[in-house]
């Protein structure tokens, strides 16, 4: 009975030994295969109060097109990127020239209140992630906002929780126009 207890003690304690050695490398694993910041989803994007865009501070261009500068006011808005997978639309990018989350996937380069040939991807040192937009249908979860929509005029991505096609500032003229537009959801932390 005593050698059935020490070997089996001692093989319980070979077999947790062998257990945290994997257990460490699936760690140093999984640190190693953690994507870099500019890869993750990012936060820091903001409602403009007097446009309605969803723009991000940190550059120095940020143009509103209710003139002077974009006005943040809102919770942390958090954008996932492509890398991240899962479902949502992609081709969405931060512009350079106004800051605003704008959609590329037209094919064209939209209204843009920062510079006349349109939104940019590029600029100012920097060049945009890509990101991914969930919808309030096809979403991954967590605290997030629904009604944000794409306006079909300037290409950026407005607040309009209205129940009408309007809303905001548009680098256009007028209103954004936001009919026929999913209803995007972003979260916020
Ligand atoms: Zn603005
Ligand atoms: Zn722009
Ligand atoms: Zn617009």
Known sequence: MTTEDDNGTGLSRRRAMLLAGATAAALAGLEAAVPTPALAAQSGWRWCLQCGSL????????????????????????LKVESEGGPG??????????????????????????????????????????????????????????????????????????????????AAGGRHYTGGSWNFRIKYV
């Open 89 to 170: 639309q992609p081709e969405w990018r931060l512009c350079a020239n106004c800051q605003a989350l704008w959609w590329r996937g037209n094919g064209n380069t939209g209204q843009c209140s920062g510079a006349p040939m349109g939104h940019n991807e590029v600029g100012w040192g920097t060049i945009s992630p890509r990101y991914v937009l969930e919808t309030a249908t096809a979403n991954t979860g967590g605290t997030g906002q629904a009604n944000w929509r794409y306006c079909s005029n300037c290409h950026v991505m407005v607040y309009n929780d209205t129940g009408t096609n309007s809303a905001g500032r548009c």
């Open 55 to 78: 723009w991000r501070p940190g550059l120095p261009y940020n143009a509103c097109p209710a003139g002077g500068a974009h006005v943040a006011r809102s919770w942390n808005y958090v």
